[in-house]
């Protein structure tokens, strides 16, 4: 099993560009969640999803569009990217319930300047 | 408002000690707590969890403690191995899929 993986890896946008962000897992997870860490900070919630077709958001969702078509993907869309934006960004699974612990991807630092 | 909180940005440690990890919390809704160990371009990995209904939760050289009227949690990592080298993050849930998490605590285990 591959767990989460996300691409890619790096990325540098200029204001106003926009892109997506892609997270697949293969671990049959119903819950995924796009998180953002920025420097000395926590993780924050953006977006998540509790099965396909269902999303909500999180902490920080402004700036930013989710979708969840199929149980394996959860990309992330940034659509008119700003400088506030530059962070990590790591997606993550879990199965079973809320108790249940999140598999992380491996992130995607994102530069927008 | 911070909900959780890490309040040593970082910790240092000599090999065969103990490393204590601290982590503090404002919400008495919290239920939930995991704490997560992450290494410099990696994900987080989970490390160890504990229910509100306990006060210990132990797993090898990682042990948990939970004193939920002083809203603090710990964890312990007993001997502390260079490899323990990392960052540590603790994070909080009130019986929801969503999950607060603290700003972590940078461990350095010297050799």
């Known amino acids: 099993n591959a767990g989460v993986t996300q691409t890619p890896k790096f990325r540098i946008l200029k204001i106003g560009q926009s892109m997506t962000l892609q997270c697949t897992q293969d671990?049959?997870?119903?819950?995924m969640y796009w998180y953002r860490q920025d420097p000395g900070m926590g993780l924050k919630l953006i977006y998540y999803?509790?099965?396909?077709?269902?999303?909500d958001k999180g902490e920080v969702p402004n700036g930013y569009n989710v979708s969840r078509s199929t149980t394996e993907d959860f990309p992330l869309r940034l659509e008119l990217a700003a400088p506030s934006q530059t962070s990590v960004y790591f997606c993550a699974s879990s199965g079973g319930g809320a108790r249940n612990e999140q598999f992380f991807g491996p992130g995607t630092r994102l530069t927008v300047l | 408002d911070q909900q959780v909180k890490q309040n040593s940005p970082s910790l240092s440690v000599q090999e065969g000690r103990i490393s204590i990890l601290n982590c503090d919390y404002t919400?008495?809704?919290?239920?939930?707590f995991l704490w997560y160990k992450k290494y410099p371009a990696e994900g987080p990995t989970f490390l160890i969890s504990?229910?509100?209904?306990?006060d210990k939760n132990e797993d090898g050289r990682f042990t948990v403690f939970l004193n939920k009227s002083a809203k603090h949690l710990s964890l312990h990592i007993v001997p502390s191995q260079p490899g323990d080298s990392a960052v540590y993050f603790c994070?909080?849930?009130?019986?929801?899929?969503?999950?607060?998490f603290g700003t972590g605590t940078r461990l350095k285990v010297l050799a």
């Open positions: 504990i229910s509100s209904i306990k």
């Open positions: 919400n008495s809704m919290f239920d939930y």
């Open positions: 671990m049959n997870h119903n819950y």
């Open positions: 999803s509790v099965g396909a077709g269902i999303t």
């Open positions: 994070a909080a849930s009130a019986s929801t899929y969503k999950y607060i």
